[in-house]
């Protein structure tokens, strides 16, 4: 027959101080320790350096790619059809890019880091919010590299450095905001595999049945009416209006307004599914 020991007081006080500590995290220190977790996510990808290989080399292979495939075919030549394209890859890479922050969340659940975190008297947010923070710069380097890719090809956008910076911060707030819908899914998933395969059904088809590549106009009207609906497609006009003319549209205030509806939709959604493991 097994004896079952009880906790001594001295373990019984120190949970209880855990406890409270968790309980009297400020927002200064919460925001503090979001920032330490962003560092330590920053310093896992320069150990991990294949963690930016889909931001490295991605822009500059579907640029080059797309540019040479369909330039003559849809535009007459590549010069032509980079104003059109460019806009469009960098949605699309900073789109795809955000979908590794569930697949990573997942991999970290499965090898056992957040059980260490229960431990600590952190804000249970700020294991979230900080690789979300650190995928920020990510994000910068994949629409900087496209803009880039563009420029050795000859792309001159007309919006002059400000209207890129603008297409650049724009492109990087929407793919922050989407990142919490595959937060969400890194949580509930099974494995990161599932996370990976979720993702890219959700988000491949938004953003090829969009008008990152092709005008509306040539498209049929039962998918021009689809892609005139599609929230990436108003992204991918709003970056267009801001490189190539410095023009703040009405695309602009419809991107931000479904990043808003994306954040308070997802957001609570990860926290509270995220807790559960915590």
């Known amino acids: 027959m097994s004896t079952v020991i009880a906790p001594t007081r001295e373990v019984v006080q120190a949970a209880e101080r855990v406890t409270a500590a968790r309980r009297r995290v400020s927002l200064g220190e ?3 320790q979001t920032l330490m977790m962003a560092w330590r996510a920053l310093k896992k990808m320069r150990r991990n350096p294949e963690q930016f290989f889909d931001v490295a080399l991605q822009p500059l292979l579907f640029t ?65 919010a900080g690789p979300m923070v650190a995928d920020l710069l990510r994000y910068t380097i994949a629409a900087t590299l496209t803009f880039a890719m563009g420029l050795v090809m000859g792309y001159r956008p007309d919006g002059g450095p400000a209207g890129v910076l603008a297409a650049i911060l ?49 498209l049929p009207g039962w998918l021009a009416a689809f892609v005139r609906i599609n929230p ?29 509806i994306v954040i308070a939709i997802f957001a609570p959604l990860s926290v509270r599914s995220y807790k559960r493991h915590m």
């Not at 905001?177 to 491949?204: C, D, H, N, P, Y």
């Open 30 to 32: 919460t925001l503090g």
């Open 64 to 128: 080059a790619m797309f540019a040479f495939i369909f330039g003559g075919a849809i535009a007459g030549d590549v010069a032509s059809y980079l104003p059109l394209m460019i806009p469009g890859i960098v949605a699309q890479t900073v789109l795809t890019t955000c979908m590794a922050t569930g697949t990573q969340l997942r991999e970290d659940m499965e090898k056992g880091v957040f059980d260490r975190f229960k431990s600590l008297p952190i804000a249970r947010i700020a294991p979230l």
């Open 170 to 218: 724009l492109a990087v707030v929407t793919g922050w905001s989407l990142a919490w819908a595959f937060t969400w899914v890194g949580t509930i998933a099974r494995s990161a595999q599932a996370v990976q395969g979720i993702s890219m059904m959700i988000l491949f088809p938004l953003t090829f049945l969009s008008n990152a590549f092709v005008p509306v106009e040539t």
């Open 232 to 260: 990436v497609s108003h992204l991918v006009t709003a970056t267009r209006d801001l490189a190539n003319h410095a023009l703040v549209s009405g695309e602009v205030g419809w991107t931000l307004l479904a990043c808003v």
